[in-house]
């Protein structure tokens, strides 16, 4: 009778032990399921991009990082509660054909706003004023063609190539930011060209100090259209 008690008390404690097993085993695979789910809601959805593409300029060489012209426009986007990612597509000694050859990279993800700041080393090889035309002209349409607003930024060519080339370039961005009906930049180094202390050695890329000023230049264009995009609420195409 004894022995009898005692199995059956042992039965109960191996079944109250198995019981408990499962339910906390269950406890755990739901919990891990709603765990996994809110690390999928904490994922930050991608944010719309702003995508700059350029030259050394845009790159920013000479500086860091953080101090080149972009990043200057991705903080003042910030403090304005701007959610927007800004895309550093500048490329060192890039022309206006080698900007076009990158833009359908350039335009990978959410694109909303296109800045293009290209034509520097154009001007500075005596390129024809009329390939910068051709090729600004593709790049510009080729992402209207995706709904994505463009801000086109002026350059100028250096006087050693004579007047009529210097003024041939110059005419390239006015009449393209006209036939299109874009937001123009009319020169992306407005202040900062020509003035030692804002430039480094090379007297072509800006100093930190010159960075900041041409930052104000694109700013001054590019806050109200990010704006207006946020506005509109558009979704990537």
Not at 64 to 91: F, M
Not at 94 to 104: E, F, I, K, V, W
Not at 136 to 160: C, F, K, T, W
Not at 171 to 182: G, S
């Amino acid at each position: 009778m004894h022995r009898l008690r005692a199995a059956a008390l042992l039965l109960a404690t191996i079944s109250i032990v198995a019981c408990g097993g499962r339910d906390e085993a269950h406890d755990n695979k739901s919990g891990g399921t709603d765990n996994a789910a809110t690390s999928t809601e904490a994922r930050a959805k991608p944010l719309p991009r702003i995508v700059i593409l350029g030259d050394s300029l845009t790159a920013g060489l000479g500086l860091p990082v953080d101090q080149a012209y972009p990043s200057l426009l991705q903080q003042r986007l910030k403090s304005e509660g701007l959610d927007y990612e800004v895309v550093n597509a500048g490329v060192s000694g890039d022309t206006s054909a080698g900007g076009l050859s990158r833009l359908d990279w350039a335009l990978q993800g959410d694109v909303r706003i296109l800045v293009v700041a290209l034509g520097g080393n154009d001007g500075l090889r005596g390129l024809p004023p009329e390939a910068l035309k051709r090729n600004l002209s593709e790049i510009i349409e080729r992402a209207q063609a995706r709904h994505v607003q463009v801000i086109l930024a002026g350059m100028e060519a250096p006087p050693n190539y004579g007047r009529d080339y210097t003024v041939s370039f110059h005419r390239v961005y006015p009449a393209l930011a006209e036939q299109y009906r874009i937001p123009f930049v009319p020169f992306l180094l407005w202040n900062v060209a020509g003035i030692d202390q804002l430039n480094q050695p090379d007297g072509i890329h800006p100093t930190a100090a010159g960075a900041r000023i041409v930052a104000d230049n694109v700013w001054r264009v590019l806050k109200p259209l990010a704006e207006e995009q946020k506005g509109e609420g558009r979704s990537g195409s």
